[in-house]
């Protein structure tokens, strides 16, 4: 039953309280993004990334910080330093990587703002400006909460954001090698740039022999290189999102 009612509630988070943005960039846009910030997503990914001369969105739960998720060493303070001071987006995550169908409006505010704390004291008074839903869940409570302190919110259901979209559950792929051929990307990239639309794509580590939700480095390098065939704007998601209100 509860798995049940847990499907109905991310269910009522998808379609209620609907909070439009037009997706209207000047040309399509991509963005890259990494959740919870496994150590390879920066040691790994961040050569890659910085090859490529593109920056991407890392979204942090400060609680996780020196510690193991899905038995992976996460960041260290001294990563969290290193890609902030390359340009990169710091983004919310929540504090202790919890999903919003467990906590009320009252508790994901308090983890949000704790979170917040957290950030500004090791990033110079740093302000986080986006957010990320733990395992993609979002309670339909929730979407008040981001709405008043994040530009927006990313999901994890697959999608291009085009035409209107939910500003607190924009929509993303799963930057995972188990999911990645499941994709016709070529495809998905095309249809971005001549929609002029916003494809936002999420992971979480880089490297040989990945976990199943991270990928590897060649699979990271081949999304650029495709989103640069199809001549796509390729932004963090707060740049993106300027791009997009402007």
């Known amino acids: 039953m509860s798995a049940f009612i847990d499907k109905m509630r991310r269910r009522a988070g998808r379609y209620l309280d609907v909070r439009s943005v037009e997706i209207a960039p000047a040309r399509g846009v991509f963005s890259l993004s990494f959740d919870d910030i496994p150590v390879s997503a920066w040691t790994e990914a961040g050569p890659i990334l910085a090859e490529h001369g593109i920056k991407a ?3 942090v739960c400060g609680g996780l910080s020196g510690g193991f998720n899905m038995d992976l060493p996460q960041f260290e303070t001294e990563h969290l330093l290193a890609l902030h001071e390359a340009g990169h987006e710091v983004g919310c995550h929540t504090y202790e990587h ?3 169908l467990t906590l009320s409006p009252a508790e994901l505010d308090a983890s949000l703002a704790r979170n917040a704390e957290w950030v500004s004291e090791r990033l110079d008074g740093h302000v986080m400006r986006t957010f990320a839903y733990p395992f993609g869940d979002c309670a339909l409570g929730s979407k008040a909460v981001i709405d008043g302190r994040f530009l927006c919110g990313r999901g ?3 999608g291009v954001n085009t035409g209107k979209a939910d500003r607190n559950l924009l ?3 799963g930057l995972e090698s188990r999911r990645l051929p499941g994709y016709d990307l070529e495809a998905m990239m095309a249809a971005t740039a001549a929609s002029k639309g916003w494809l936002i794509a999420y992971g979480h ?3 040989d022999g990945p976990t199943p ?3 590897t480095p060649d ?3 081949r999304v650029i290189r495709l989103a640069k065939a199809a001549d796509l704007d390729i932004l963090p998601v707060d740049m993106a999102w300027e791009r997009i209100a402007a």
Do not use: E, F, K, N
Request: with cysteine; charged share 25%.
């Open 98 to 100: 919890a999903s919003t």
């Open 156 to 158: 994890v259901r697959d």
């Open 219 to 221: 699979d990271l390098d």
């Open 57 to 59: 969105t890392y979204y």
């Open 205 to 207: 580590d880089v490297m």
């Open 213 to 215: 939700y991270g990928c």
């Open 171 to 173: 929509q993303a792929i």
